[in-house]
């Protein structure tokens, strides 16, 4: 029992007083008495409100008004959010930066309990295309021509792109490990320089499936996308011949160039493009 404190009534009277002005670790360390005893007597006053021989002694009101004395910030909170919501950079913001500029009292693990609670979570962005104002312009008018379009009538469409290949993969997320597992072989992501090289292919696809896939060697320009047209496009789709079939590729130079404009006129082929990049 604390000096001058000879019951253990006498000590429930003094944690409870000590809580308008201390912290529970406070008091602890104040009557030397371990944290969880402090604790204990504390929730169960803010729980019950009395002490145990049934005397109110006021102790609600004192408990009401100390445990857990800092109290929510509802203005601070919503000064927090709306500054995460209106900055166009917020992907970049980290917890330390948005308490120096807002200047605010609290600690980092706060603010982003602050932005959880709201069901903002710091997470990596995703890589998207950039879109200029005439991209979104352009697929806002695709969406509004084709709105109309039922399920059958998109079967009858073949999209067709290229992609690069990489042999090696250097972007990875996050893996779950153990402290020890730092440089277990199923934890550690393997780099090369220069990207480990790769290989750069043109393919398409429809409703009855995948097509040829091209092998593109250097660099494409129209005269050789062209050529891909003639020798894996229109052997995979004779429906193109009859116009039955409608070939779809994006607004790449290359794609809307005279060169391929006029082959498809000749062709007889529907080409319609969509603006991505």
Request: with cysteine; aromatic share 8%.
């Amino acid at each position: 029992m604390p000096k001058g404190i000879n019951t253990e009534e006498e000590l429930k009277l003094e944690i409870i007083e000590k809580l308008r002005s201390c912290s529970l670790r406070q008091i602890a360390k104040d009557l030397d008495i371990p944290f969880s005893t402090v604790q204990r007597i504390a929730c169960k006053y803010k729980s019950n409100h009395s002490i145990q021989d049934g005397r109110s002694a006021n102790i609600g009101k004192i408990i009401e008004a100390t445990i857990g004395r800092k109290k929510v910030n509802s203005r601070r909170n919503r000064r927090i959010i709306r500054y995460v919501k209106g900055t166009a950079s917020r992907g970049r913001l980290t917890c330390r930066q948005i308490k120096a500029n807002l200047r605010l009292d609290i600690g980092c693990s706060a603010i982003r309990k602050i932005l959880n609670k709201q069901g903002y979570f710091n997470k990596k962005p995703v890589k998207k295309p950039l879109l200029l104002p005439r991209h979104l312009r352009a697929r806002l008018e695709f969406c509004k021509d084709h709105e109309s379009w039922t399920s059958n009538d998109w079967r009858s469409v073949i999209f067709s792109d290229e992609s690069k290949i990489q042999l090696v993969n250097n972007s990875y997320g996050y893996v779950w490990r153990k402290a020890n597992e730092k440089l277990h072989p199923d934890c550690v992501a393997p780099t090369v320089k220069f990207g480990g090289g790769g290989i750069n292919v043109w393919g398409s696809i429809s409703f009855r499936g995948g097509g040829n896939l091209a092998i593109i060697n250097g660099n494409l320009n129209a005269v050789g996308y062209k050529k891909i047209l003639i020798d894996y496009l229109l052997p995979t789709y004779p429906g193109l011949s009859d116009a039955s079939e409608i070939f779809m590729h994006d607004n790449d130079p290359k794609h809307q160039s005279k060169e391929v404009k006029k082959f498809s006129f000749k062709q007889k082929h529907w080409c319609f493009g969509m603006a991505i990049e």
